[in-house]
C-alpha cells in the first residue's frame, strides 16, 4: 500500500512541475483514451438550432505542411435531428468543425440519401 501511495505522490509531483502545454496534453491522452461521451449543442440567440451527441473529442486543426495551429475546431459526432439526445434511425455519425473567428458558423455532413 505505502509504496503505491509513493508511486502516486511521485507522480502528481513530476506532473504537476510538467508545462501547461505538457499537461494539456498528457490531459487529452488519458481523455482520449478514456473517452467523454460529449455534447456540442448550437444555438442561434437562444434558440437551440443544432445538436451533435457522442462526441469523443473536439480537436484543433493544424496545418498539413507548417503546423500552425488552424482557426476552427473539430469533431465527430451523432447528427442529433430531433434533439432527444439519443441515437435514434437515421442518424449518424459527422464530421464537423466551428469557427474561433467571430462570424459564427458550424460546418457539418448530412448525408440525406
Known sequence: MKRHIALITMGLLLFGGCTQETQNTISRSLQNW?????????????????????????STAKGTTDGSTRPYRYG??????????????????V???????????????RNTK
Open 34 to 58: 478514456t473517452g467523454t461521451n460529449g455534447v456540442l449543442d448550437v444555438y442561434a440567440g437562444e434558440k437551440l438550432v443544432h445538436r451533435f451527441i457522442k462526441i469523443d473529442k473536439l
Open 76 to 93: 465527430y459526432g451523432i447528427d442529433d435531428l430531433n434533439f432527444n439526445s439519443k441515437k435514434d434511425k437515421g442518424e449518424k455519425k
Open 95 to 109: 464530421y464537423f468543425e466551428f469557427s474561433d473567428y467571430s462570424t459564427s458558423y458550424i460546418f457539418y455532413e
